[in-house]
């Protein structure tokens, strides 16, 4: 259905001003409607080249583990997951107590992070006045800016000798007589360990729990306190089960955090070969491996060895932080939240 | 008040109670740290410290002024590096990310984010120091850049994402082309926030020592080429502290706090760059360092 | 000192510029918003769109200066004639076109981080090749065709967000005249502003009647009276009638026409 309008058209509106001197002529050729538009393409170019390094870094990241640890991985096969014998003169590698050993310490770090970090997210989100959010949000920030060999540095000279003096012996006199609390606290062990790590991923945790909590709808809330729920019942039985799946994410990137340390664990944890239970004990863990060991290695074999322990901790932290972003992506539908986390 | 009721009302005091206990506790962490830090570093904080090279192993005094500077040059090169490939990036996935080279760009960046540095650092090893035949501050600074390109992306697209869309469609409708929208108007909203993500970026990888292991390496002496291994704070810290020498000890601590100095005012300085913008959009809070 | 007197408006070309549409269709993938539409908008005159939400009318107006292909998923059929030159034609380049179309938008949308003299000059950097004396004669202008000349003249390289809502979207105003394009097309300009500013608009878009040819999608049945020569009635995406405004409100042809304009529908 078309119309026009039937009337004739008017007379044209009076003429401006005839009498104004010369006046200001717009850009020559500005009437012209054709032309080409290349600056619109070479920018496109130009940004998707720059694109285009990130996946090509990551295939070649791979590529060369793969490449390098092949040596390895065709010789120890499924061994080297499994045996604890890591002699290098006579070319045997099992990375069993390294692999236990970040399982181990990062597990122990999250159970003691996680109370934490949710508790401070928590507390920042649903109870603390409000002229306090901003100093604490920033000073539980800046634990996350602290260099990794910083806290290596504090955790030498000021955690081993408060854990030796202080908590240990309780510890030992209480519960030392199960396996976990067994053997000489010489200092460096496995509680150092996963006690550096914890304090180095609660601000990581926290933070992400934060972003997940805020961005429950506070219907959720005002639905349960108008039910008569308790402020706390109402965080607990409505905002933190809505959250949930987020937050269990939000752990789960700090576990990944925790597998892919490196300087504050090998300061701390003892870098020894050695699966055992007690967490008073020296370990090791693969990122400590590498940086300890790598510019050691003497053979082709050992380097090899070593790229192939890369490799599985490589894999380990993909597929942790993946199944964390799937979480958390599903409260927090899609948005950025998290990755500037890590 | 029925005794059901009283009980509820005393968990809901004892649990809100222990959360504030628990970020306290959090928040204690800290505070012992960097009171540590300064507490140890502080009284070794002269100008000789700040001007001199290290001295022979097991003698007193010395400096880490070659440290200093070669964490200038190496963290400075990695930005030279990284901030172009990361915020082109970050305009890249903003701009024309909606596509499947998008998505494959946005995956890896979040995989990259969680690849652990000292991976990172054998990689620059195998495509560089291998090659070159010796550590060099360039294989380190490259290493860094990884670690940063991924991050930057992210966040440099997330806010250009926060620049309303009406106001690209202000810029289109006056005849902008869309190369020039994206850089002169939409960009340019978001500066603050990039500065921000670009500063956390620096902040960050200033902090690193695992890459820079079998990179880098670390240099007793002074040097400013970028082709020979140097050293940074990070190394020389990680050298004192896991040394024999209770005079290593306290350069170690010393050394912590110049570089946790560098760290918070480069923190500082990005948070300040979103504070003193009229109308630009809020940056969010960001961790940096590992 | 006294001021300056005015700079001379330009000449016109053609002072009966004509647009077209015909038989112009809009669509998002494969759902048409705009249905074979036929208008010719004379040159000097303010023609108003109106209809319910959903109608239409502002798709329709973004086809005119072809922003409606930047829109997820939309094209058109059929043809827009800027005097006689059909806009859909391939090889031609919508920022050129862009540039002869103006655009004013819903909510006032400055520059954030230009000056209020930047903001206006924005348009003109973009064509380029202007002297620095081009360009101020050329922002005082546009700010005076926009009645923002008295306010803004000694702020000129303040913060463009510093302003009111309706000085912000007078500002908007200049911004799209100062090229000196040959149609403005408002999209609801006034829809988020309070009566007085509202009103300094209308008043604009009497003004500015001398000089361009004005399009306004408005939801203000009394502004389109008020303001208005012709008035367009959309509906469904449909154009149900068109002619001079007083015809169309006093004694409208269609019954649909009737039924929305006295309110039995919205």
Redesign the interface.
């Known amino acids: 259905m078309t119309t026009l309008p039937v009337e004739p058209l008017p007379a044209p509106a009076p003429a401006p001003d005839a009498a104004s001197p010369t006046p200001h002529a717009p850009q020559a050729g500005w009437r012209i409607l054709r032309g080409v538009n290349a600056g619109d393409r070479l920018y496109r170019a130009a940004l998707t080249a720059l694109a285009l390094a990130l996946p090509l870094l990551l295939l070649a990241l791979l590529a060369e583990l793969v490449a390098s640890a092949w040596p390895a991985l065709t010789r120890f096969g499924g061994r080297f997951l499994w045996t604890s014998v890591w002699d290098p003169v006579a070319g045997v590698f099992g990375a069993a107590p390294m692999i236990f050993g970040t399982l181990a310490s990062s597990l122990l770090a999250l159970v003691i992070a996680v109370p934490l970090a949710l508790g401070v997210a928590i507390y920042l989100t649903e109870f603390a006045p409000k002229w306090l959010r901003q100093p604490v949000a920033f000073l539980v920030e800046l634990l996350a800016a602290i260099p990794s060999v910083v806290y290596g540095l504090w955790g030498i000279f000021v955690l081993i000798p408060f854990l030796r003096t202080y908590v240990v012996p309780p510890l030992r006199a209480v519960v030392g007589w199960t396996p976990f609390f067994d053997g000489v606290f010489y200092g460096n062990s496995l509680l150092a360990g996963a006690m550096i790590l914890a304090i180095m991923i609660v601000p990581y945790i926290a933070a992400v729990s934060r972003e997940v909590l805020v961005a429950v709808p506070s219907s959720q809330r005002e639905a349960a306190v108008g039910m008569g729920a308790t402020r706390w019942e109402a965080v607990w039985t409505a905002v933190v089960p809505y959250g949930r799946a987020g937050l269990i994410g939000a752990v789960i990137l700090g576990l990944g955090r925790a597998l892919g340390e490196t300087m504050a664990v090998t300061m701390v944890i003892g870098n020894r070969h050695d699966i055992g239970l007690s967490v008073l004990q020296p370990a090791y863990t693969m990122a400590a491996a590498l940086a300890n060991e790598f510019s050691e290695a003497t053979t082709d074999l050992y380097l090899s060895a070593l790229f192939e322990v890369g490799l599985i901790l490589f894999v380990i932290t993909v597929v942790v932080n993946a199944c964390a972003r799937l979480l958390i992506w599903r409260v927090a539908r899609g948005t950025a939240v998290g990755s500037r986390a890590l | 008040m029925t005794a059901r009721r009283l009980r509820?009302?005393v968990?809901?005091?004892l649990?809100?109670g222990?959360?504030?206990?628990?970020?306290f506790?959090?928040?204690l962490?800290?505070v012992?740290?960097?009171g540590?830090?300064i507490a140890?570093g502080a009284s070794s904080l002269d100008w000789s410290f700040f001007t001199r090279n290290p001295v022979p192993a097991g003698e007193a005094g010395g400096g880490v002024a070659n440290a200093i500077v070669g964490t200038v040059i190496v963290v400075g090169l990695a930005a030279l590096i990284g901030l172009?490939?990361g915020i082109?990036?970050g305009?890249?996935?903003a701009?024309?990310?909606s596509g499947r080279?998008?998505w494959?760009?946005r995956f890896?960046?979040?995989?990259?984010?969680?690849?652990?540095?000292?991976?990172?650092g054998?990689?620059a090893?195998?495509?560089l120091v291998k090659p070159m035949g010796h550590f060099s501050a360039f294989a380190g600074s490259v290493a860094l850049a990884?670690l940063m390109?991924?991050?930057l992306?992210?966040?440099t697209?997330?806010m250009v994402r926060l620049v309303?869309h009406?106001?690209r469609?202000?810029?289109?409708?006056?005849?902008?082309?869309?190369?020039?929208t994206?850089?002169r108007?939409v960009a340019?909203?978001a500066?603050a926030g990039i500065v921000t993500?670009s500063l956390?970026g620096i902040?960050?990888i200033?902090?690193?020592?695992?890459p820079l292991?079998?990179t880098a390496l670390g240099n007793l002496n002074f040097s400013t080429s970028v082709t020979q291994p140097m050293q940074t704070l990070?190394l020389q810290?990680?050298t004192y502290?896991?040394g024999p020498f209770a005079e290593w000890?306290r350069l170690?601590?010393a050394a912590?706090l110049v570089?946790?100095g560098l760290?918070?005012l480069l923190?500082l300085a990005a948070r300040w760059a979103v504070r003193s913008r009229?109308?630009?959009p809020p940056a969010?809070?960001?961790?940096?360092?590992? | 000192m006294a001021p300056p007197p005015p700079p001379p408006p330009p000449p016109l070309a053609d002072a009966r510029l004509r647009l077209e549409t015909v038989r112009l269709t809009a669509l998002y993938g494969r759902r048409a918003v705009v249905k074979d539409v036929s208008i010719l908008f004379p040159g000097h005159t303010v023609t108003a769109l109106i209809g319910p939400s959903g109608c239409g009318k502002t798709t329709f107006l973004r086809c005119l200066n072809r922003m409606h292909e930047l829109s997820e998923g939309g094209w058109t059929t059929g043809r827009v004639l800027l005097d006689g030159e059909d806009i859909y034609e391939p090889g031609v380049d919508p920022v050129r076109l862009r540039r002869r179309i103006g655009m004013v938008f819903q909510r006032p949308t400055p520059f954030p981080t230009m000056s209020v003299y930047d903001n206006v000059a924005a348009g003109l950097r973009v064509n380029g090749g202007r002297s620095r004396g081009d360009l101020d004669a050329a922002v005082e202008r546009a700010l005076q065709q926009a009645a923002l000349w008295d306010e803004v003249r000694d702020r000129l390289r303040h913060s463009a967000l510093g302003l009111s809502g309706g000085q912000q979207q007078r500002l908007c105003i200049a911004r799209a005249l100062a090229p000196e394009p040959e149609v403005l097309l408002l999209d609801e300009p006034t829809a988020s502003l309070d009566p007085s500013g509202t009103q300094r608009i209308e008043e604009l878009c009497h003004e500015l009647k001398t000089r361009y040819t004005i399009v306004i999608v408005t939801h203000n049945l009394q502004q389109a009276a008020r303001v208005s020569d012709y008035t367009a009635f959309f509906y469904l995406g449909e154009l149900i009638e068109v002619g001079h405004t007083e015809a169309v409100f006093t004694k409208p042809a269609k019954e649909q026409t009737e039924a929305y304009i006295t309110g039995r529908f919205g």
């Open positions: 509820r009302r968990v809901s005091t649990m809100t222990l959360v504030g206990v628990l970020s506790l959090a928040v962490a800290l012992l740290i960097l540590n830090l140890k172009p490939v082109g990036t305009l890249y996935l701009e024309y990310g080279l998008g494959i760009v890896v960046a979040d995989v990259l984010n969680g690849t652990p540095s000292i991976v990172v054998i990689f090893w195998t495509w990884v390109i991924p991050m992306a992210r966040t697209e997330e309303p009406s106001l469609e202000a810029a289109l409708a006056l005849g902008y082309p869309r190369w020039r994206s850089l108007v340019r909203t500066l993500g956390v902040a960050r200033a902090g690193e020592t695992a292991l079998f990070s810290i990680y502290a896991t000890h170690a601590w912590a570089l946790m760290v918070l923190s009229h109308g630009a969010p809070p960001a961790p940096p360092a590992r």
